[in-house]
């Protein structure tokens, strides 16, 4: 994995598409993005992405490493917004920008009052169209949490709890090359599963029940994103296999409309449609289909009802049906594809 | 069932009032944690904490667990513009001075505060998130308590041969073994001259006979962290700078132990350890802050650091105190324990 450029550029274009001569980025994700670095947390480091140059202000106890790490930012010792703004003032960049959705209510002001416009959603924007090493990075970390669970499924003991049983998970995907994780593992046990955001507690494995488990990790700043469901034991009850070839099968449709050119809420819609048709199950499928990842587990597009957006080359988006009955069992089935062209490429396998 | 935690609902609630306020409102996901548990991923939440109770909105996905779970809180769903819709619940709870802290807001929903004449009161929940309730300091003495019997246990297992990494691998399975759900920030284990980087990062250098070994980790334990660091000499022939850095330091330590009074800014504290070792004749050696803010974050607020002149450390603040000494390609020693305000000094979390 070798840190680039190549994102600044892309928004130096769009930037000159749009007309706009600087944009001050300050939100930690957004930083970390643009400068292809991890920075450790908020208020670390700023940018102003400038039409040329890419200004870097920063703790001097970051500087050796990103002279050597990310040499095409130019560095500025100060974690003053203002610096930002004078900055702005004496390369007489005229329209300067700053995204109202990201952007911190402190500094959005500063940046406010001294002139910068609002642009709200500008940096979810750019993110949407996956650059090519941007999709490297996240193949690699669905390789990795793909092939963790093949392990997993192997080591996995009546006994353990599940608290135990994400640690192990964890565990496997950092000696397969993970880089820390993409969120708060999901591991649900039995009952547990028909919560879509169950938290993990002491509950223990037996013979004999469902586990569902939804969990991600990171690899060179990018997230990955799986849930998989089976039944644990022999002898699946007949209610649980048939719920799950259903489930499955409703991926399967999904993927049917996720590609370039379709709106972003089409596959959802259809995804219901297809529960409604087989036993008016669309009730119990009570959250959207998915969402695209990046740098953060939770990007634009979403693939949900009320999602405005249209699927584009380069979008990598989850694709994730569940069907949840309290107090019974959940089954979600998920996988991270990336939209090509052509089709639709799934990543997690 | 889960339940809000009384004791931290009713801190905030005298800040609330100490302030002239009605009501505040925390969008803050670790926060929401701090007072709700883990039950949110970033950005699905946004609280409103009143004097006569607690209105939450959230991904509607939640609302029905949400409702069973915390029967206390009045829990409406709601997938955009969670800002406007705390603003509807101000006006139907008919609260009049409203708060929200500047620095946790984005832009775009803090001009929406701003525009009903919600006052931005930056720093809010410093003061309560420091100051540790009896049910928190029990969980960070048993994570510590987890910290130091897997310290215990390392000391016996470590053998000429192993990597660094190896020995982070058995530092993070004994203390899950031992009850922890996971580590608290990534294991720093360094060998010989690596010891001299206060940053270093784990990596696959050997340990052999009579060289450093300094071990920096901790848990969480009930979602609580601990933090330790210890530097010691492995083999029978330390070298006489070593033993002098070690002395030093612990000296250090020790001096803040006894020293540190209630009351006192972070940067005064910090002006102890930083004094002993400047008057040593390491003080360029000392390159970081005395210690940090610690609870259920690795890292909170309420630093013992030089710039920390405004927040003084009071009584049930828990933070660390890690003095070190870095000589760059050549050793490095930091020891470190974590520890508690009370009335008549410090005392140690274990």
Redesign the interface.
Known sequence: MKRNDEKIKNFQSYMKRKGIDACAVTDLDGVNFFADFSFA?QGDAYLLITRKKAYCFTKQ?YAADLKKKAPYLALVDSLDCADIVKKARSLKAENCV?D??????????L??ESGFK?A?GLISEVKEEKTASEISRIKKACAISAKAYDIFRKKLKAGISE??AA?LL??IMSDLGGQGLA??TIMAFGANSA???H?NSSRKLKEGEVVLLDYGCKYGGYCSDITRTFWFGKNPSAEFSKTFDLVKAAHDEALKYVKAGAAAKEAHNRVCEFFDKNGKLAKYF??GLGHSLGTA??ETPYLNP?SLSTLKTGNIVTVEPGLYFEGKFGIRYENTVLITDKSVKILTK | MAKLDADKLSLIRKVIKKQGLDAFIISDYSDIKYIMGPVFQPGEAVMLIHSKGVYLTARSLYEAPLKADFPEIQVEGCDVERSSKTVQAVKKLKLKKVGFDGLKETYHDGKIYEKEGFSNIENFLVPVRASKTEAELRNMKASAKIAYKTYEHILSWLEPGVTEQQTAEEIDSFMKKNGASAPSFETIVAFGANSGNPHYVTGKTKLKKNMAVLLDFGCIYKDYCSDITRTFWFGDKPGKEFVEILNIVKSAHDEVVEKARCGQSGAEIDAIARGYIEAAGYGKYFTHRTGHGIGMQIHEEACLSQDNTAVPIMENYCFSVEPGIYIAGKIGVRYEDCFYMTKNGIKQIK
């Open positions: 947390g106890m700053f109202a959705a990201s952007t911190g209510y402190l500094a959005g002001k940046f406010y609002e709200a608290i135990e640690s964890e565990g969120f708060t919560n879509p955001h938290i009570i959250h587990i939770h009320r």
